[in-house]
């Protein structure tokens, strides 16, 4: 009943968003993003570790520049109102730098094999559209791209499928994530999929990809089920057992399971331990009281009350 900890690498737009969300229109993109890296940078949360690729760090370095310095071309000749002021573009600037250097940001470095793993997307990337509608067709992604999630494989192969989301606000990146993981076996040989990944010291499979999330479009039951509850905490939160939850603190548990148990219809706390829900409940509770408790307190709480009578059924 250990709780699982969700790797997750960050695309450049997703990193950027954070830093300066007043650069884009995908205001609900911003606002996922800075709920998503919050959590981690400011509440500490321990349930999420995040990554991003060196490329993508300086990526975001390049946007808080063109932000701040290129007054003579693009957005800000443009719109000189979303000029990165100096005092915002140094916080920002250092916050970032901090970050990485404190490890809260995990910098992926490129490594030789990483090309060899770009073998694995880049070939679905060309062969398929995906989408048929006019509007929203994309053209196939570039190199760089195709590195990134070469990336993220690497990180699959290190810490397994079910654990690595990609979370990007490309569309095309999505798409073509989500499709590689649905190639069959007989695709991936006619691909080069195989061969690239034996040549990468790995056995060819869809489980080899990461799950993509697209930031922007996600629905709040994808995202809960992504990061185990949705929002997240923002705030620090307070590592604690059962046996030092205040009074306050067990009420606001005891909301977040009916809350959680009418949403999954679940008439009792017994199955918790084998269902998705025990994260959300983690990650409401949180949300409401800053404090972090491990999945096994909240469901042996749960499971206390339920049979002293003091539990409210759905």
Not at 52 to 61: G, H, K, N, W
Request: glycine fraction near 4%; charge should be positive; hydrophobic fraction near 40%.
């Amino acid at each position: 009943m250990e709780s699982p900890i969700r790797h997750v690498v960050l695309d450049t737009n997703v990193l950027s968003d954070f830093l300066y969300p007043e650069r884009t229109a995908a205001v609900e993109r911003a606002t996922r993003s800075t709920t998503l890296l919050s959590a981690v940078l400011y509440a500490n949360w321990p349930c999420i570790r995040i990554y991003t690729p060196a490329i993508c760090i300086a990526e975001s370095m390049a946007i808080l520049d063109m932000y701040h310095f290129c007054t003579w071309a693009r957005e800000v000749k443009a719109n000189p109102a979303i000029r990165l002021s100096a005092e915002m573009y140094r916080k920002t600037k250092s916050a970032l730098e901090i970050a990485v250097r404190q490890r809260k940001i995990e910098q992926l470095e490129h490594e030789p094999n990483h090309v060899l793993l770009a073998g694995l997307i880049s070939p679905v990337n060309s062969s398929f559209q995906i989408r048929r509608k006019k509007r929203t067709i994309k053209p196939p992604m570039g190199a760089a791209d195709c590195v990134i999630v070469g990336m993220a494989i690497h990180l699959v192969s290190r810490v397994g499928h079910g654990a690595v989301r990609l979370v990007t606000g490309d569309q095309r990146m999505a798409d073509v994530v989500m499709r590689a993981g649905r190639v069959r076996s007989t695709t991936a040989e006619k691909l080069g999929l195989t061969a690239s990944a034996e040549a990468a010291g790995l056995t060819w499979s869809p489980t080899l990809y990461p799950t993509p999330i697209n930031l922007g479009q996600a629905s709040l039951s994808g995202l809960r089920l992504a990061f185990g509850g949705w929002p997240l905490p923002t705030k620090p939160v307070t590592m604690k057992n059962r046996a030092e939850l205040t009074e306050n603190e067990k009420a606001d548990l005891i909301a977040a399971w009916l809350a959680v148990a009418r949403d999954a219809r679940i008439s009792n706390p017994d199955s918790l331990p084998y269902r998705p829900e025990l994260e959300d409940i983690k990650v409401r509770f949180a949300v409401k009281s800053s404090t972090y408790l491990t999945n096994e307190c909240i469901f042996r709480f749960l499971l206390k009350e339920r049979k002293a009578g003091r539990l409210p059924r759905p």
